[in-house]
């Protein structure tokens, strides 16, 4: 191959020319290609706006809290007023046919009785002399 020095060859022309005045137009061409759009103009008190929601939100959310747990406990069904409902509608007979079995077993598991409840229990009924002779 042969030795190619740019000093000493004379120069290749690209082909490619720059039109008249291009850089003196370019500019303002391009200006006029981009969109006139009008700039959003931005509260500067935008960010107070959105600390002043935040703590009122939080308020309500404070006060909410208390009054509806006040609610469910007004609301609450004690169990002696639903055992009494309970007895008074149906017989056990009636309540026992509306179980599943799987109703029945949660049942038995969660009424484990002890020495000691048995026991209380038995204090506290007036009748204990009918059970006693039973």
């Not at 020319?17 to 935008?46: A, D, G, R, T, W």
């Not at 007979?93 to 009785?113: M, P, Q, V, W």
């Amino acid at each position: 191959m042969k030795d190619f020095n740019l000093d000493v060859e004379p120069k290749i022309k690209s082909g490619f020319q720059i039109p008249e005045n291009y850089f003196e137009q370019f500019e303002s061409k391009m200006l006029n290609q981009l969109p006139k759009n009008e700039s959003k103009v931005v509260s500067l008190f935008h960010r107070k706006q959105i600390w002043i929601s935040s703590i009122a939100a939080l308020l309500l959310v404070m006060i909410a809290i208390p009054v509806y747990q006040s609610m469910n406990k007004n609301n609450a069904i004690e169990v002696t007023t639903l055992e009494n409902y309970l007895v008074s509608e149906y017989s056990t007979y009636d309540i026992i046919d509306k179980l599943s079995t799987e109703d029945i077993n949660a049942l038995e598991n969660d009424l484990t009785l002890n020495d000691d409840a048995v026991e209380s229990y038995l204090l506290e009924t007036q009748n204990i002399d009918y059970y006693l002779n039973q």
